[in-house]
């Protein structure tokens, strides 16, 4: 029979309860690809391979990968060494770090948001204008290549923003003029 009396066996009893306690309140989610599919994003917004991340309470989330790379989808999106943004249920606001490539230029991605329910559709917001995948090319993380000619698409995409941010209604034809 135990006896709580003893001081040695309470201490063990004490040691078991707080270890037990600690495991089951300190589940963090193991990846950041769990971490974005239990907000319903899909896990494809991030390259694979991702390891290196931390998000706290409020959302706020930094990502930092090994190299700056671009991968490919129905658009090219090229990812800077650090990304970072708020994430809430279904979508990530003040996004930085991603840039998505329409008409040969590089645009910074803003805003990322899925429906919900989901319409199989995603939305990336580019500041000029907002542009809209299929949610099923995003699934599954892709490989993501090597780039160094991130700064200078930044800047270049930046100032595009500025330049057209007032031109929304005919932004091809802005375009195709600056061209
Ligand atoms: C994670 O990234 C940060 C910022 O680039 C870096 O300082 C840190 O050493 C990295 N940690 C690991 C474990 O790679
Ligand atoms: C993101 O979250 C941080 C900290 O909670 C906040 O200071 C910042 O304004 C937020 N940014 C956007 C664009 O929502
Ligand atoms: C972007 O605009 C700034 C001034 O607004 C200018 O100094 C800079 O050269 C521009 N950069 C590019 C790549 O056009």
């Excluded at 998000?55 to 190299?67: K, N, T, W």
């Excluded at 803003?110 to 907002?130: A, C, M, Q």
């Excluded at 200078?152 to 930046?158: C, F, G, L």
Aim: glycine fraction near 8%; include cysteine.
């Amino acid at each position: 029979m135990i006896n709580l009396q003893s001081p040695i066996l309470l201490l063990l009893l004490l040691l078991t309860i707080s270890t037990a306690f600690q495991i089951s309140t300190s589940e963090e989610p193991a990846t950041i690809y769990e971490v974005l599919r239990s907000n319903g994003l899909p896990m494809g917004l991030l390259p694979k391979g991702v390891t290196n991340f931390t998000i706290d309470d409020s959302g706020r989330f930094e990502v930092h990968l090994d190299q700056a790379c671009n991968a490919k989808f129905e658009d090219e999106l090229h990812y800077d060494l650090d990304v970072s943004g708020n994430l809430t249920y279904g979508q990530i606001g003040g996004l930085s770090g991603i840039s998505a490539q329409d008409l040969f230029l590089w645009f910074p991605v803003k805003e990322i948001r899925v429906d919900i329910p989901s319409s199989g559709l995603i939305y990336f917001d580019v500041g000029v204008v907002s542009k809209q995948f299929s949610l099923a090319s995003f699934e599954t993380p892709r490989e993501c290549l090597a780039s160094s000619d991130q700064i200078i698409t930044q800047t270049v995409s930046k100032n595009l923003s500025r330049k057209f941010g007032i031109e929304r209604n005919d932004r091809r034809e802005g375009l195709t003029a600056f061209l």
